[in-house]
């Protein structure tokens, strides 16, 4: 399979569209000042560019541009039930960013907008009180940071991360989870390591990563993340899902699961989660028709509750391998089955 660049996003934008309400946040001039030589194009509203009909996501992701805008309320979400709650009495998602960097060919995102374009939003403050206001109804709460993107992967443009680590001291029942496929080492290194701060690392396979998961770092620079996180101090979650259960992968999970906890240690781990391919039947067919020619859209699945999943079946003799294999590294009540 062939190897892609990653594109995380250290390099710039070539076009960045900007709201005229949004252009004198200190967000927004902080990213145009990393962009001096982008064309800037002043828009009414990031909808007029984003939910336009007839885009060509697949052609966008080759040619990424940037829409920066001022986010409306809602500024929290609840966490669906297709994903980890870990336990927490209420579970939170915020979207600072919609899209990713990374295209990966099993993301539900590619099936719930028009656009493969990164809008980020500005008003910072906003999402700052609204998460606060939030935080004091709950005694223990997630909240979800990366569930539509990888902010770690736009930590080049902007950290995000880092403003939101900021606001720790403040909600002291907040947990905010930062998943990532990224290898950015300096943001965990240069970032002060708090409890309530997780990095969730999605790891798999490098065949799956090949296949699956273009522009991706691959799985030995994630593996040289999650170290330099641990070493750091900082709360490691390992994040086994999607998990896919084509043949041709068999070996390579078994061989992974090998491989993962000989190279990391297991009794610093935090928790484990793990779980299959799974995607609202909507957005399932709006991707398999911009993406005909894909396997993984072609498969057989099975439907529950309008969620597009790999069968029965399947799931209990594959995961039951998986987890023996996992269960071996850690106890059973640190890992979370969805």
Known sequence: MPSYPSSETNGRYNVIYVENHA?????SQAILAKNTGATIIRIHNYKDVFNRSRQNPIYQKQHPSLILAVKPEPFLYLGPDVCQNFGYDAFYYSNFLLNCPFDCEYCYLGGMYTSAHTVAFVNTEDFRKSILDTSRKHERMLLALSYDTDLAAFDGMYSYTREVSGWLNDMPGLSIEIRTKSANTALIQNLRPSSSLIFAFSLSPQSVIDRYERHTPGLEARIRTVKAALSAGHPVRLCFDPVFTDDTFREDYDLFFEHIF?????DKIRDVSYGFFRMNDAFFKRIARYRPNS???????????HVVGVQSDLRESVSSRHLEKIYAHIPKERVFVL
Request: hydrophobic letters at 40%.
């Open 23 to 27: 252009f004198d946040y200190p967000v």
């Open 262 to 266: 000989k190279r990391l240690p297991a």
């Open 295 to 305: 396997l993984l859209y072609l498969d057989d699945y099975e439907i529950t509750d």
